[in-house]
């Protein structure tokens, strides 16, 4: 890459960002920030074309109105795995249905009692909701 001088240099989305630029060049000042870039790279590149099959599967009648996960959203809006999809479904004590459920759950720190439900899946939980644009607690 030319070396940048003057006003080009390193700003948020200059022509010519390089791996030599700083991560300010992305516009990526917070995590999540990152999260919505490493997402909307996902999206661009075809990457979560099991996203739609998800969300499909389990609510054939249901958009997003604005382009966003809601708090009404059922889970399977999240993207998340398998795994974490059938440990949910298949609790019984909490019945956990929407994004706004999973997020009062992991917020009151009962989601690591679901059975099933260790670190690396909370972890998941966790990652999802950022994704998504929801504040999450920082360490439960």
């Known amino acids: 890459m030319a070396e940048m001088t003057g006003d080009d240099a390193h700003k948020i989305g200059?022509?010519?960002i390089g791996p030599e630029c700083p991560i300010s060049c992305l516009g990526v000042r917070t995590v999540g920030d990152l999260l919505g870039l490493l997402v909307e790279a996902g999206r661009t590149s075809g990457l979560d074309a099991v996203f739609p099959a998800a969300v499909a599967a389990a609510d054939r009648h249901h958009e997003h109105?604005?382009?966003?996960?809601g708090l009404a959203c059922p889970v399977a809006c999240l993207?998340?795995?398998?795994?974490?999809?059938t440990t949910?479904?298949?609790d019984r004590r909490w019945r956990v249905?929407?994004?706004g459920q999973l997020l009062g759950l992991l917020r009151s720190g009962d989601l690591g009692k679901v059975p099933q439900m260790g670190p690396?899946?909370?972890g998941e939980v966790?990652?999802?909701l950022l994704a998504a644009g929801f504040t999450v607690p920082a360490d439960l």
């Open 79 to 85: 993207g998340l795995s398998k795994q974490v999809m």
């Open 88 to 90: 949910l479904r298949n």
């Open 126 to 128: 966790r990652v999802a």
């Open 97 to 99: 249905k929407t994004v």
């Open 120 to 122: 690396r899946r909370v």
């Open 65 to 69: 109105a604005d382009g966003r996960v």
């Open 14 to 16: 200059h022509s010519g």
